[in-house]
């Protein structure tokens, strides 16, 4: 399953940096950050919980970019 969500954030390196962090969360299969539109395209594992599992994608942006926000 692939969701869209709206991000906010600063700079394009710190868009990149996201990404990373939202590819290694437990539970994400791939993620793909867009800077210029401020989109995060985040897919699912089969069976996945899909809010506490971006729950932790925003926790692991977080530790990269700590002023950054993923609405939800």
């Known amino acids: 399953m692939k969701k869209v969500y709206k991000i906010e954030?600063?700079?394009a390196?710190?868009?990149n940096k996201m990404e990373?962090?939202?590819k290694?969360?437990?539970g994400v299969v791939n993620a793909v950050v867009n800077f210029m539109a401020l989109k995060m395209e985040v897919e699912f594992e089969d069976g996945a919980d899909v809010k506490s599992v971006m729950k932790k994608v925003l926790e692991n942006c977080r530790k990269v970019?700590?002023?950054c926000?993923?609405?939800f």
Do not use: G, L, Q
């Open 9 to 11: 954030v600063d700079c």
């Open 13 to 15: 390196n710190c868009a």
């Open 20 to 22: 990373e962090a939202a």
């Open 24 to 26: 290694k969360t437990a």
């Open 65 to 67: 970019e700590e002023d």
């Open 69 to 71: 926000e993923i609405i």
